[in-house]
Structures are given as C-alpha cells and as structure tokens.
C-alpha cells in the first residue's frame, strides 16, 4: 500500500507535466488548426538549450536560463507560428502536421548534434528529498513537481477565465470565425496561444528534466504522452488536458510498477483506444453531432 | 396508394432550442411541394432531418410508407431519394461527366461489379443525356470547379437526377442563380419532373420561383407549419404576411 | 420509370485520355530503365534502388488511404513489419515458399485492416488515426517482446531470397529485376484500382464525404476498404524487404517510421499517382545522397522537407504540375494565342 501510494504520487507528477504540454498542444490546435508532432522536442530542447547557453558563454545558471527561455519563446513561440504555421495553414491541416514532424526532426537531431547525444544531467530547482508519509517514502521532487505545475495551470486558468485578453484568447481558440466577427484581433491571439505553449513547454521542461535528464531522445515519449492525453481529455482545453494528463500519468505510472516492463507503454495505448471506442469525444470533449 | 413522403409531428431541438417543433405533412407522387419561410424557420433542420443528416428528437419520417426515420443518408439515397445542396457541392477536381457518372454509380450492379467492371459503370450514355438536358455539353471534361456558380447549379441538379430517383429534395436551388439561369433551371425542373414523374419537394427563399414553380406550398416559421396550400392561397393568407413581414 | 426524352440525341464520344492514362506508359518504361539502370553500380547502389522500389509499395498503399481516401493511417510502418515477419517466419521455420508467403502476408494485412478499421470507422472517421497510433506502438511491442516467435530483439536471420522458376535471384541485381517486375505489377494492380469505380467513391470520399454519402456512396464501407487495401499494400512491401534485407529485427517497424511514411505521402505529392515513387526517392535515396554531410544529413534531409512543404504543399508533384502549367501559359502566349 505504501509503496502504491508513492508509485501514485510519481504517476501524478509525471502526469502533470504531460497535462502542461497537452495544453499547449490543444491550444495551438484549437486557434490555428495546427498539429504539432513536435510537441515532445519543444518540451526537450529548452533544458537542451539552458545548458547549452551555460556551457558555450560559461553563464552561471540564472543567466543561461534567461537566454536559454528568452530563445526558445522567441523561435518556437513567435517563430514557429510566424515560418511555418502562417505561410502553410491555409492549405490544410495535413501538410502542416507534416511540417512539424520535420520540424521535430530538426530539433531533435539538432540537439543531439549541436549539443550532446549523451543524457546531461539538469539542475532541479525544487528540493530532492525524501519524505516519509504514510509509511511510504515520497520523493519531495514529485510533490514540488505537483504544486508547480498545478501552481501554473491555476495560473493559466485564471488568465484565461478571468482576464480580458484571456477570454479573448479563450473565444479565438473556441471559435476563430466568431471571434473575428466580435472584433477580437485573432491573429495577435493566435500568437499569444504560440507563446503560451511555448512557455508551457517551459515549465515543463524544468519540471522533467531534472528527473529523465536533458537527453535529445526525451521528447518522443512525452510527445505521444501529450498527444494520447489531448485525445483522452476530449481537446477540451485545461480541465480536458489537466484530466487526460494525470490520467496517463498515473497509468503509465502504476503500469511501470505492476504489469511487466516489456508491456509497460501498452497500457496508456490501450487506455486510449477504450477511451476512443466508449466515448470517442474524449472524457471532456463535447459531443457533435452525426454528420454522415 | 400511400404518398410519397410523410413527416410525422417532426420535432428536433438543440439543447434548448426547438428548431423544428411538430412538424407533419404528406407529398404525393408527382407533386412539387414548397417549404417557405422566413430565416431560420427550421427549414433546412427539417431537410436534414429527413434525408438522414441529422437525427430527430421526435417523430417519423416515411417513404412510401417505410419507415426511414433513422437510416443513413447514403442508405436513403439508394431507396431513391436524392438531394441538391444550399452550399454547393460538386466534386471540384472531377470533370462534369466525372462527377455525373459517380452520381449514379453506386446504384446499380453490386461492390464487386464496380471493381472488375465497366470503368464508367456503364454510365456513359446516361451522363450524356444529362449533360445534354442541363445544356452542359461544352463543359463535359471541365473540372467541375472551374464552372460559374450557376453552371455548378445546374450540374449539381443533374447529379441528383442521375439514379433515376423516386423523391428529390432541392435545397434553395435559386440561391444566387442570375435571372436568364433561374428561368432556365425553372423549365428544366418542370419538364424533368414531366418525364420523369418525380416528386420534388423543394425549398427556397425566392418567392417567385417557389410559386411559379410549385402546385402546393408549406410555411413554416419558428419551427411550425403556419399554412398550407396552393400559392395563391398561402399568399394570400394573412398570418402568412405577417409571419414574413414582422422579421 | 421511363427514360426522359431528351432534346440533344445521345453522342457516344470517347473520352480523351487523362493524365492518368499516362501512367500505363509510364510505367513498363519507368520499369525497363530501372531493369538496365544498375548495371554498373555496385553492389550497395543496386540495394538502395531495390530499397526505393520496395518502399515506394509501402507508400503506394498509404497514398491510396490517405491521399485517395482521405484517412490518416499512423501504422502503415506497422502493416509492413507484419508482413516482413509473416513472410520471414514461414520461409525461415516453416519452408513455406516465398510466393505462398506473399500472397499470405497480404491477406493477412488485409484482414488485420478491415478488423481494426471496422470498429474505429462506426466511431467517427477520424479516429482511426488514433487507433493505429495505438495499434502501431502495440504491434512493435509484440515483435520486440514475443522471442518464441519473432526472435525478439535478436529478430530473424538468414531470409532466403525466392527463386522464379528455377533462376536463383540471390545476387543483388538478379533480386533487384525482381523487385521491379513485382513492384511494376502492385502499381499496374493500383492503377486499375484509382481508375475503376472504387476508385471515383475514394475520391468523392475524400474531396466531399457529407456529398458522397447523399449520391448513394457507402462512405464507410469504401473508407475500410481503402484503408485494408492500403494497409495490404504495406503488407506486400514488407514481404518483398524481408528477402531483401535478409536480416529483420523490429527496429525499422516504429511509431516514427509511420510517420516517416506519412511524410513521404506527403512531401511526395499526396493523392497523385507517382506522388509514392517520388516520396520515396526523397526518404530513402536522398538520406543516402546526403551522408557525405556525416551526422548532419538527418537535418539537412527534414529542412529541405520543411522547405518543400512551406512552399508546395502539394509536394513535389504539386510543384512539378505547377512548373508544368507555368510552362504551358507561356508557350501559350508564346503562339499567339490565349492560353
């Protein structure tokens, strides 16, 4: 039991930061139509980038992080929607998603190249302790991970229920067209959804680097994770994503620890199908109505 | 003999709103009907509601006596119902006859037949009668999206005509058709409806061509049926002017 | 009902041949060049050929579901695994031939397509992306995980190439003239295909399924059948790379190599018939071109996808009838007349 709980409060850590990726990635689908395959490298590469700003000018960590953020928002928030998103939307959602596969690509192997092929190890910010509760011992890593990422994703909410430029935002990712005919400035929402999952993306990457070590490979299994949470939370946002992610986190999770590790990945997959099959618009999504 | 089409105290609502709310009327074979009404009357919810579209909360849709209520659209189309489209809907990058032969392909021979036979599924003829009737002839190899809105008005007519079918339901064929077009789409219907002795149910905003068009006429508004006749008797039926003029 | 009598009488006008057409003289050439083509390459060129040929079947199929069909399969990787380990195993443990285990492979990927996509399609179509996503980590799970069978990581050795009536292919150029004789065959079979009936219900699937389905089309059940011919394809491909690689473990058969597939579908010109041929040159020739650039190749082969797709994306077959039209104006006004 006690050890369940730990396996629990690490699923739900874990979860958490794929629920800040999710997200993002439900956002940017939401306002522009966009897919982005690359979602797991965006969460990758700003840990890649921090160390690498460290390494190259010897900053000491505050100020490689700095720059390190500073980039990455400015390439893979602004830069990604103004070079690849705007020129192709128009045709289709299917070449773009395409785009970004290359993208990921891109910054995969640019990582692994420009920076190391090896896992660097990354700074954790909040305590590393272990903590006795209930009996079981609980990494303090993981109950930090929790309340950051809960810390943000309240913050999120807040901005976007109860700010006016986040309900305009909310309008522009619920409904573009609509959104126009209000008088919203859609294209400057759609780039604020850019930077926010840019941000995101962020958070969570020093959330999770710290634990699976900044490697150039990382982003593959987050990306799935994201994308399989999106899906189960029904692309409904933060609630949906928040749902999804934890969800998947705690699966894979308890999958790692109870079910064989030849099969582990198995789990949150299968999941998703059920998910699909019993309520195909997600455990928060809305359902449409039958169309053909 | 039992008519064509019934609709039976049709009802659907989303959510709260009620947009066809008990809805009943029969066509007889042959007939053109019209369905009038002012915006967002429920017109084109009902439409759907019939062929298949969208499920209604309530009531009954029949064919020939056959219950249809809730068959799929493509299902409907093969017992011999077929539509045009508001928005319309041709194939763009097909050519006319392209598009004109996958019109009535799927109703004749069986799956297997369309993969090891004809590659015209033996279409060939009738497409050219219709490109000929709908006077399409020196478009046949265009790409369908390259027509004038109103020869694509015209293709997507001739498309509904290709199975041979039992009912079609024209949604606002004369939506932004020009004036020499809409006189030659109205005598094409009436002559294919002679021939053919299809029933047409149709609907429309343009006033003019749903009178000069139809022999019977239904108003709805707010999802009701407000009266129903002949056109000179809806137009003029008082609670029909008023319907029409308090929008 | 009787027929309507028409003004116009009934002209029985053949119809021009279409681009597609082309194709049937396309192809038996396209295969006679690259029947003679690697004479005089060694050994590794002639590989790499055969690798395109055999890839491009791959292609050819997610083409057909996606690019005709409209529907996004992310396991096509997956459907050709299973059809390079179905083919292994039976020649390897079980001396089934390899024609025998060809056919089997492909009805085996068939049946696995219709089984999966049966149930995804009653959902809603877009969904069936997420089932393969699901399907493909789960297939490579199997291969990785069940040694008794697959041979776990370790994979299966030693594949036997066929022989054709007693002419033993195992050199490289001998197996290479059989790749193209096969693949030559799939893409004939596929032309027939995109240009029978099926083949307008998969497109008016694609282009309008809300219109397809009210002129009588069974939007369903062709979308199954797209994806079950498509992922067959994949299948058919996979028996032909067992042979060819005599060596097949699960590592080619991942979640990223689907989406690698889908990239070249993509970046080669999505629903166009030679779009396959030419995706599969960029994913499989060009990296090859490219390793001169060492470690780089990788970035520099996704920048210029990226590239091409911000500026065609249509892919290369797009730009090419871009080019094509481009030309076609001007010579246009060239002579004098209006285009």
Same mark, same amino acid.
């Given at each position: 039991?006690?050890?369940?709980?730990?396996?629990?409060?690490?699923?739900?850590?874990?979860?958490?930061?794929?629920?800040?990726?999710?997200?993002?990635?439900?956002?940017?689908? !939401?306002?522009?139509?966009?897919?982005?395959?690359?979602?797991?490298?965006?969460?990758?590469?700003?840990?890649?980038?921090?160390?690498?700003?460290?390494?190259?000018?010897?900053?000491?960590?505050?100020?490689?992080?700095?720059?390190?953020?500073?980039?990455? =928002? =400015?390439?893979?928030?602004?830069?990604?929607?103004?070079?690849?998103? $705007?020129?192709?939307?128009?045709?289709?959602?299917?070449?773009?998603?395409?785009?970004?596969?290359?993208?990921?690509?891109?910054?995969?192997?640019?990582?692994?190249?420009?920076?190391?092929?090896?896992?660097?190890?990354?700074?954790?910010?909040?305590?590393? $302790?272990?903590?006795?509760?209930?009996?079981?011992?609980?990494?303090?890593?993981?109950?930090?991970?929790?309340?950051?990422?809960?810390?943000?994703?309240?913050?999120? !909410?807040?901005?976007?229920?109860?700010?006016?430029?986040?309900?305009?935002? +909310?309008?522009?990712? +619920?409904?573009?067209?609509?959104?126009?005919?209000?008088?919203?400035?859609?294209?400057?929402?759609?780039?604020?959804?850019?930077?926010?999952?840019?941000?995101?993306?962020?958070?969570?990457?020093?959330?999770?680097?710290?634990?699976?070590?900044?490697?150039?490979?990382?982003?593959?299994?987050?990306?799935?994770?994201?994308?399989?949470?999106?899906?189960?939370?029904?692309?409904?946002?933060?609630?949906?994503?928040?749902?999804?992610?934890?969800?998947?986190?705690?699966?894979?999770?308890?999958?790692?620890?109870?079910?064989?590790?030849?099969?582990?990945?198995?789990?949150?997959?299968?999941?998703?199908?059920?998910?699909?099959?019993?309520?195909?618009?997600?455990?928060?999504?809305?359902?449409?109505?039958?169309?053909? | 003999?039992?008519?064509?089409?019934?609709?039976?105290?049709?009802?659907?609502?989303?959510?709260?709103?009620?947009?066809?709310?008990?809805?009943?009327?029969?066509?007889?074979?042959?007939?053109?009907?019209?369905?009038?009404?002012?915006?967002?009357?429920?017109?084109?919810?009902?439409?759907?509601?019939?062929?298949?579209?969208?499920?209604?909360?309530?009531?009954? *849709?029949?064919?020939?006596?056959?219950?249809?209520?809730?068959?799929?659209?493509?299902?409907?189309?093969?017992?011999? *119902?077929?539509?045009?489209?508001?928005?319309?809907?041709?194939?763009?990058?097909?050519?006319?006859?392209?598009?004109?032969?996958?019109?009535?392909?799927?109703?004749?021979?069986?799956?297997?037949?369309?993969?090891?036979?004809?590659?015209?599924?033996?279409?060939?003829?009738?497409?050219?009668?219709?490109?000929?009737?709908?006077?399409?002839?020196?478009?046949?190899?265009?790409?369908?999206?390259?027509?004038?809105?109103?020869?694509?008005?015209?293709?997507?007519?001739?498309?509904?005509?290709?199975?041979?079918?039992?009912?079609?339901?024209?949604?606002?064929?004369?939506?932004?058709?020009?004036?020499?077009?809409?006189?030659?789409?109205?005598?094409?219907?009436?002559?294919?409806?002679?021939?053919?002795?299809?029933?047409? *149910?149709?609907?429309?905003?343009?006033?003019?061509?749903?009178?000069?068009?139809?022999?019977?006429?239904?108003?709805?508004?707010?999802?009701?049926?407000?009266?129903?006749?002949?056109?000179?008797?809806?137009?003029?039926?008082?609670?029909?002017?008023?319907?029409?003029?308090?929008? | 009902?009787?027929?309507?009598?028409?003004?116009?009488?009934?002209?029985?006008?053949?119809?021009?041949?279409?681009?597609?057409?082309?194709?049937?003289?396309?192809?038996?050439?396209?295969?006679?060049?690259?029947?003679?083509?690697?004479?005089?390459?060694?050994?590794?060129?002639? &590989?790499?050929?055969?690798?395109?040929?055999?890839?491009?079947?791959?292609?050819?199929?997610?083409?057909?579901?996606?690019?005709?069909?409209?529907?996004?399969?992310?396991?096509?990787?997956?459907?050709?695994?299973?059809?390079?380990?179905?083919?292994?195993?039976?020649?390897?443990?079980?001396?089934?031939?390899? &024609?025998?285990?060809?056919?089997?492979?492909?009805?085996?990927?068939?049946?696995?397509?219709?089984?999966?996509?049966?149930?995804?399609?009653?959902?809603?179509? /877009?969904?069936?992306?997420?089932?393969?996503?699901?399907?493909?980590? %789960?297939?490579?799970?199997?291969?990785?995980?069940?040694?008794?069978?697959? @041979?776990?990581?370790?994979?299966?050795?030693?594949?036997?190439?066929?022989?054709?009536?007693?002419?033993?292919?195992? @050199?490289?150029?001998?197996? /290479?003239?059989?790749?193209?004789?096969?693949?030559?065959?799939?893409?004939?079979? %596929?032309?027939?295909?995109?240009?029978?009936?099926?083949?307008?219900?998969?497109?008016?699937?694609?282009?309008?399924?809300?219109?397809?389905?009210?002129?009588?089309?069974?939007?369903?059940?062709?979308? %199954?059948?797209?994806?079950?011919?498509?992922?067959?394809?994949?299948?058919?491909?996979?028996?032909?790379?067992?042979?060819?690689?005599?060596?097949?473990?699960?590592?080619?058969?991942?979640?990223?190599?689907?989406?690698?597939?889908?990239?070249?579908?993509?970046?080669? @010109?999505?629903?166009?018939?030679?779009?396959?041929?030419?995706?599969?040159?960029?994913?499989?020739?060009?990296?090859?071109?490219?390793?001169?650039?060492?470690?780089?190749?990788?970035?520099?082969?996704?920048?210029?996808?990226?590239?091409?797709?911000?500026?065609?994306?249509?892919?290369?077959?797009?730009?090419?009838?871009?080019?094509?039209?481009?030309?076609?104006?001007?010579? @246009?006004?060239?002579?004098?007349?209006?285009?």
């Amino acid at each position: 039991m006690a050890e369940f709980i730990a396996y629990l409060i690490a699923g739900i850590a874990t979860g958490s930061i794929y629920a800040l990726a999710a997200i993002g990635f439900t956002l940017v689908w !939401q306002t522009s139509q966009t897919i982005n395959f690359a979602q797991g490298e965006f969460v990758m590469l700003p840990a890649v980038l921090i160390l690498l700003a460290v390494k190259l000018f010897g900053l000491p960590l505050w100020a490689g992080g700095l720059i390190g953020i500073a980039v990455f =928002l =400015l390439i893979f928030g602004a830069g990604f929607k103004f070079i690849v998103v $705007d020129p192709m939307i128009k045709h289709g959602v299917l070449p773009l998603a395409i785009a970004t596969m290359a993208l990921s690509i891109i910054m995969k192997e640019g990582a692994k190249d420009g920076f190391s092929a090896e896992a660097q190890s990354f700074p954790s910010l909040v305590p590393t $302790d272990m903590v006795n509760l209930l009996g079981a011992a609980i990494s303090l890593q993981h109950v930090a991970i929790i309340v950051v990422a809960f810390a943000a994703i309240g913050l999120l !909410q807040w901005f976007v229920g109860g700010t006016k430029l986040g309900r305009q935002m +909310q309008a522009t990712a +619920q409904n573009p067209t609509v959104a126009r005919i209000l008088g919203i400035p859609v294209e400057r929402m759609v780039l604020l959804t850019f930077l926010l999952n840019a941000a995101l993306a962020v958070v969570a990457s020093l959330l999770i680097s710290p634990i699976y070590l900044a490697k150039f490979s990382n982003g593959e299994t987050i990306g799935l994770f994201a994308f399989i949470a999106a899906i189960v939370g029904g692309f409904n946002q933060i609630r949906g994503a928040l749902v999804g992610g934890l969800l998947i986190g705690v699966a894979d999770s308890l999958a790692a620890a109870y079910v064989s590790t030849q099969y582990r990945m198995a789990v949150p997959l299968i999941l998703l199908v059920a998910i699909i099959l019993i309520k195909p618009e997600g455990l928060m999504g809305r359902k449409e109505e039958r169309r053909v | 003999m039992s008519p064509v089409l019934e609709v039976h105290d049709l009802h659907k609502a989303f959510g709260g709103i009620k947009a066809v709310d008990g809805v009943s009327f029969s066509v007889r074979e042959g007939e053109i009907l019209g369905i009038i009404g002012p915006n967002g009357c429920g017109k084109s919810t009902l439409f759907n509601c019939i062929l298949g579209q969208l499920e209604p909360t309530e009531g009954a *849709v029949k064919l020939d006596g056959r219950d249809v209520t809730r068959m799929r659209p493509s299902d409907l189309n093969r017992l011999g *119902v077929s539509r045009t489209f508001q928005l319309l809907q041709v194939f763009p990058e097909l050519s006319v006859r392209e598009n004109l032969i996958l019109a009535g392909q799927e109703h004749q021979g069986s799956m297997l037949g369309r993969l090891f036979g004809a590659r015209d599924a033996g279409l060939s003829d009738k497409a050219e009668q219709m490109i000929g009737f709908f006077k399409l002839g020196h478009l046949a190899e265009a790409k369908a999206g390259g027509l004038s809105y109103g020869q694509q008005k015209l293709l997507d007519a001739a498309m509904a005509f290709m199975a041979g079918p039992r009912l079609v339901l024209l949604d606002e064929p004369a939506g932004g058709v020009n004036l020499t077009m809409l006189g030659d789409l109205k005598e094409r219907l009436r002559a294919i409806n002679a021939e053919q002795g299809a029933t047409f *149910v149709v609907i429309e905003h343009n006033m003019d061509f749903v009178m000069s068009l139809c022999s019977r006429v239904i108003v709805l508004a707010e999802g009701q049926v407000l009266a129903e006749g002949t056109p000179a008797e809806v137009r003029a039926d008082p609670a029909v002017i008023e319907a029409y003029l308090g929008h | 009902m009787t027929a309507p009598a028409f003004e116009s009488p009934v002209t029985a006008r053949r119809r021009p041949a279409r681009r597609i057409d082309g194709a049937l003289i396309a192809l038996p050439i396209g295969a006679a060049i690259l029947w003679f083509a690697p004479v005089g390459m060694g050994r590794y060129g002639t &590989y790499v050929l055969s690798l395109w040929l055999v890839m491009s079947i791959g292609v050819m199929g997610l083409n057909l579901t996606l690019g005709y069909a409209g529907q996004t399969s992310l396991a096509q990787a997956a459907f050709i695994g299973l059809g390079a380990y179905t083919t292994a195993i039976l020649t390897t443990k079980w001396g089934v031939s390899w &024609y025998a285990a060809f056919g089997i492979s492909g009805l085996f990927t068939f049946c696995v397509g219709i089984l999966l996509g049966f149930p995804a399609l009653r959902v809603r179509t /877009h969904y069936l992306a997420f089932v393969t996503l699901a399907f493909s980590t %789960l297939v490579w799970l199997l291969l990785r995980n069940e040694q008794w069978l697959t @041979g776990g990581a370790f994979g299966i050795s030693n594949i036997d190439r066929p022989s054709f009536f007693g002419i033993k292919l195992f @050199g490289a150029l001998e197996f /290479h003239r059989f790749v193209v004789a096969v693949t030559l065959i799939l893409s004939l079979v %596929l032309w027939w295909l995109v240009r029978s009936p099926w083949g307008r219900a998969f497109t008016a699937l694609r282009e309008n399924p809300v219109r397809a389905a009210s002129l009588g089309i069974d939007t369903r059940a062709y979308t %199954l059948l797209a994806f079950a011919i498509g992922s067959a394809y994949g299948g058919f491909a996979g028996s032909l790379f067992a042979p060819l690689v005599e060596f097949i473990d699960p590592s080619p058969f991942t979640l990223s190599q689907s989406l690698f597939l889908l990239l070249m579908v993509v970046a080669g @010109g999505s629903g166009y018939f030679f779009g396959p041929f030419v995706g599969a040159l960029l994913g499989v020739v060009l990296p090859e071109w490219l390793r001169f650039a060492g470690s780089l190749y990788l970035i520099i082969f996704a920048t210029i996808v990226l590239a091409l797709l911000i500026i065609c994306p249509q892919g290369v077959s797009g730009l090419i009838e871009r080019c094509w039209a481009a030309l076609r104006r001007s010579f @246009g006004r060239k002579a004098g007349g209006t285009p």
